[in-house]
């Protein structure tokens, strides 16, 4: 009789007002559609970041592969230093292909994607169990749980931006965090995709300085 009644502890039913279990399924279940939308931001994220990094890489190498061409019977001190601005793009470009190639962007999206797809996939199985009218019990949150933290526990991580875009409320709460996320993230974009040319004038205006000194 004593254990019948612990047996009836645990199988609490589903009254999201007296039952402590079943606040936990629910708050478990306003974990894993946060954690979920904010794993879709990533990706979109990463998406964007690999795609932009990618017309950078392009537009680069069709200006080395036309100075190239358009230099190519220089000679003297023209052709010194056509050979030299060639030099700077093409190592700037090879950097910058090595950064991307270490980031990894486009395979990162895609384990976000596949993460947040399995995530979809648990929460419909809480819906399907919250519809069924089955008793929930400790055991079955355990499992549930267990679920959960098999998806996330050993996958990178969303970034907070992630989670500050994640839905139109959480945009509103944190609009000035994402307003600063955005000018800097601009701004570095901008300096990407000036880089070799902040460069090349920064090797001008070192020679003719060196020029300066010699005098």
């Given at each position: ?134 008793v929930l019990t400790e055991n079955k949150l355990k499992e549930f749980q267990r679920e ?40 570095f974009n901008t300096l990407i995709a000036i880089y070799p040319i902040l460069l090349l ?15």
């Open positions: 009789m004593h254990k019948d009644r612990e047996e009836q502890g645990k199988n609490i039913t589903k009254d999201p007002e007296n039952s402590p279990l079943y606040k936990e399924f629910r708050d478990l279940k306003r974990r894993i559609k946060a954690t979920r939308h904010s794993r879709i931001e990533a990706s979109k994220r990463l998406r964007r970041k690999n795609s932009y990094y990618e017309k950078i890489t392009n537009f680069y190498s069709l200006i080395v592969l036309i100075l190239s061409v358009w230099f190519l019977n220089q000679s003297g001190e023209m052709g010194l230093l056509a050979a030299k601005i060639l030099l700077v793009l093409s190592l700037s470009l090879t950097y910058f292909t090595m950064f991307i190639n270490a980031k990894n962007y486009k395979e990162r999206a895609g384990n976000f994607e596949t993460n947040y797809q399995q995530l979809d996939v648990l929460t419909n199985k809480l819906d399907r169990f919250e519809a069924s009218q089955e959960y933290e098999k998806l996330i526990i050993g996958k990178e991580n969303h970034l907070n931006i992630d989670f500050y875009m994640s839905t139109p409320e959480k945009q509103k709460e944190f609009k000035e965090e994402i307003i600063k996320y955005k000018i800097a993230e601009g701004l004038l920064l090797i001008y205006l070192f020679s003719k300085l060196i020029k300066i000194i010699k005098f």
